[in-house]
């Protein structure tokens, strides 16, 4: 099964994120994601035998208990994309408060998923959800005037747990199936 653990956006921030997209509607290139599914990832596992499910399990648990980080407010707002300006393959919705509570969460996740056998990102983490991906550039200066002319707030959401999630690539873009719910 293919697997990611991430903190997901509640249902009341899928309007205002699909009216931040709308604004980028004329950037030809841009696929964009379904604000539905709205998430920040905390790290990707890829794909997990089922004999490893429940030991996977158990060391994201055992992060989310280590970090006695409490539920918390996130603002997300702002925007940014990766890797860079000059060629862009993500284009994504910041946080303007609570990053420092993901920050935390995500490395007690990164610690005890590479204890547990899990490859080590190999880059810093910056807390995010992913908007839409660039499959070719024909919008590429649309989205960069945006990205330095916008400052969008987008609503504030109350971070109570950290999930595991099951994606499943279809035809139509992923499914994804929460597997397990650990509380903050």
């Known amino acids: ?51 490893a499910y429940s030991e996977t399990v158990a060391a994201v648990e055992r992060a989310v208990a280590s970090t006695r980080v409490g539920p918390f407010d996130a603002t997300f707002g702002g925007l940014g994309v990766f890797p860079s300006l000059d ?8 946080l303007t408060a609570g990053a420092v509570e993901l920050a935390a969460l995500h490395d007690a996740v990164e610690r005890e998923c590479v204890a547990a ?38 609503g504030t959401a109350r971070v109570e747990e950290v999930r595991v999630t099951e994606s499943t690539l279809t035809h139509e873009g992923p499914e994804y199936e929460t597997r397990e719910r650990f509380a903050l």
């Open 1 to 51: 099964m293919r697997l990611f653990v991430s903190v997901d956006l509640p249902d009341a921030l899928v309007e205002p994120i699909r009216a931040l997209q709308a604004e980028f509607a004329d950037a030809d290139g841009l696929d964009f994601v379904d604000p539905a599914t709205a998430h920040v990832t905390l790290k990707f596992l890829g794909d997990v035998e089922e004999s």
């Open 87 to 94: 060629y862009i393959s993500v284009l994504w919705l910041g």
């Open 117 to 154: 056998g899990f490859d080590p990102d190999g880059t810093e983490f910056t807390p995010h959800v992913t908007l839409a991906r660039m499959r070719h550039g024909g919008g590429k200066e649309l989205v960069r005037r945006l990205v330095r002319e916008r400052d969008p707030e987008v």
